[in-house]
């Protein structure tokens, strides 16, 4: 494991990077303010966490609602507030808004079909330096799961925008797997048209097939381009509707390439592999699959940038997982 | 039964409002908890299941809320300025069965088929699927924040409707009833209003207080920034003047009615085995002739 000095540590959370993650963390305030300029009924709550809408907050103080730290209730009162006709949007630290919220998602929300919004940030390793409490890597199994729920994974901002915007009038709840590259990342020159149900191609090829969600999505990319100087064709692709999911993409990809590598920044078990390998079963179409994500181990404490390398969330370590699957006999 | 001396919305127009704090007397109101009570026993014995005792203790509470309190429009369960009512104690649900059916928010004729498969009207009240619930329940503990949403949202859109939430007592166990609480006194929800069916009992083990102790549920509730009021639950002057006497919706401090009740009252035999009828005993027999003549001996 890479070791950081205290200098490195504090230039990581006052680093241009983190700046500039934290300026971006306030276009979801930006954003959400626009809609609600349009709209009207879009209300904000957060669970101390109101820096994450600062211009929200400021424009829209009568739709905007601080909880304190009491996520179960937040997420209650957003169903009541979704109840009676706004779209009410919780930004709350993934592990606390999904892992300790599932219940009143699935009974208050999802259940009642309520236009609750669930952005979680923070999402896999992202606040891995704080402790084992605040790692995410069981919510995609725990949000696909739960009956009425829209499952989507921005891999950049611009992606976040376009999912935000499109699923705005659904009648339904809708989870948003932030992963730290929802905020920061660059996948998208523009916002891209992002329909219901389906994945994005961010690059083709003809040779293996690379499904990703968030930060692996930036990484398989750079696979990718390493690849492509070795004359081998690798197709990316952008898994950013996990419910519903794209079967086609999945299908069309175990026809063309016969290849599949899934990387996410999540538990192996229940998330973007399982569900692959679910649509590959479910439709007995013959492709190699490797699953690639966290083990489902005790995770390691550090940085996340750190994390990441660790666990091989990397260029370097999706480049060896591609070269592993590209030497498999079909 | 007759229904000589027990008031009934069943003839008044459809789309009529239903004002706050309208006319009816203490013996109407008192008529009509007993007419819930022996609905509450037909409708179980058509199920084959259920909760009489937990419904029995807040027969009052439902009567004077329905009856007299509240403001409602007949026959239009959604309509927009209604005051919302959310059972958090959401296996007390028979009772407002035939409640909401008399005031038309859905044909009398469903409770015909309640207990069966398919009907909209459960043992814990849905909201996708019975008129008249304000939100659905049956995880104790989250209805009391869901009813912080309602009232922020009633703020948020300008409209003065009062929302009510009846608690189980046992229920203030739960630890989000105290997040709930906390946020409702910080955001001046004078429009909120928290009932605390006091009955004593919990369901699984006996005693709520025993089993975990809530006490004094007025100076813990006033701790958290609210009005509180107790009064005898089972009592329709108590009930009336409690809610007669409720600040304005537009107030600052929100209001918690402990309404100390009996579990099971109005049925002797389950007054004093208040537990037992919680959950999986059915009235047959003698018991179920007795207990009906005890409650049809009260309506005057």
């Known amino acids: 494991m890479t070791e950081l000095s205290t200098e490195e540590k504090m230039e990581d959370i006052f680093s241009e990077e983190s700046v500039k993650r934290a300026a971006q963390a306030r276009n979801i305030g930006a954003e959400l303010s626009r809609l609600n300029d349009v709209r009207g009924d879009v209300a904000v709550l957060v669970a101390d966490m109101g820096v994450v809408a600062g211009e929200f907050r400021q424009r829209h103080p009568t739709h905007f609602f601080d909880l304190g730290i009491a996520e179960t209730n937040t997420m209650s009162v957003a169903a009541g507030l979704a109840a009676e006709g706004l779209i009410p949007f919780t930004m709350l630290m993934s592990c606390f808004g999904m892992l300790k919220c599932a219940e009143q998602i699935r009974t208050d929300v999802a259940s009642n079909h309520l236009p609750v919004r669930i952005v979680a940030r923070g999402t896999g390793l992202a606040l891995g330096f704080f402790g084992t409490s605040h790692h995410t890597v069981e919510d995609i199994a725990i949000a696909r799961s739960i009956t009425n729920m829209t499952v989507v994974a921005p891999s950049d901002f611009n992606a976040f925008l376009s999912l935000v915007e499109s699923t705005i009038d659904l009648p339904g709840p809708v989870y948003f797997r932030m992963s730290s590259g929802a905020e920061d990342a660059s996948v998208y020159d523009s916002v891209p048209v992002i329909e219901r149900g389906r994945f994005m191609t961010v690059r083709p090829g003809s040779d293996v097939t690379v499904i990703a969600i968030g930060n692996g999505v930036v990484a398989a990319l750079g696979a990718a381009e390493v690849l492509a100087g070795e004359g081998v064709s690798v197709e990316v692709i952008d898994a950013a509707y996990l419910k519903p999911v794209d079967e086609q993409a999945i299908l069309r990809a175990a026809e063309h390439t016969g290849r599949i590598l899934t990387v996410e920044e999540h538990n192996v078990i229940g998330g973007l592999g399982t569900i692959v390998a679910e649509v590959l079963g479910r439709h007995r179409a013959p492709s190699l699959l490797k699953i690639f994500g966290l083990p489902d181990e005790d995770l390691a404490v550090s940085w996340p940038a750190v994390l990441i390398e660790h666990y091989g969330l990397t260029v370097t370590g999706v480049l060896e997982q591609l070269r592993q699957l590209l030497a498999e006999e079909k | ?300």
């Open chain 2, 1 to 300: 039964m007759t229904n000589s001396g027990i008031m009934t919305e069943a003839t008044t127009p459809a789309g009529s409002v239903l004002e706050r704090g309208r006319s009816a007397t203490t013996a109407e109101l008192g008529n009509r908890a007993e007419w819930i009570r022996l609905r509450t026993i037909d409708l179980i014995d058509q199920a084959g299941g259920g909760h009489y005792s937990s419904t029995f203790s807040v027969a009052e509470l439902y009567s004077v809320l329905y009856y007299h309190t509240m403001r409602l429009r007949h026959s239009e369960p959604k309509w927009v300025d209604r005051d919302r009512f959310l059972l958090g104690k959401g296996h007390a649900a028979i009772g407002l069965w035939p409640i909401f059916a008399d005031l038309g928010f859905f044909p009398v004729a469903w409770l015909d088929g309640y207990g069966t498969l398919g009907s909209p009207l459960t043992d814990h009240p849905n909201m996708r699927t019975a008129p008249g619930t304000d939100f659905s329940s049956g995880s104790l503990g989250h209805n009391l924040s869901v009813g912080v949403g309602i009232a922020l949202a009633g703020r948020a859109n300008e409209r003065d409707y009062r929302t009510f939430v009846l608690t189980g007592d046992g229920e203030i166990q739960e630890g989000q009833v105290w997040e709930a609480a906390m946020a409702a006194s910080h955001y001046g929800l004078g429009n909120l209003v928290a009932i605390v069916d006091a009955n004593g009992y919990a369901g699984g083990d006996g005693s709520t207080s025993v089993t975990m102790n809530i006490e004094p549920i007025a100076d813990r509730f006033s701790a958290f920034g609210w009005n509180t009021v107790e009064i005898n639950g089972n009592d329709i002057e108590e009930v009336v003047a409690a809610f007669d006497e409720l600040p304005s919706p537009s107030s600052k401090i929100p209001t918690c009615v402990i309404a100390r009740t009996m579990k099971g009252k109005g049925v002797k035999m389950m007054e004093l085995a208040p537990n037992a009828w919680h959950i999986g005993k059915l009235l047959t027999g003698a018991d179920l002739v007795q207990a009906r003549d005890e409650i049809e001996s009260r309506i005057r």
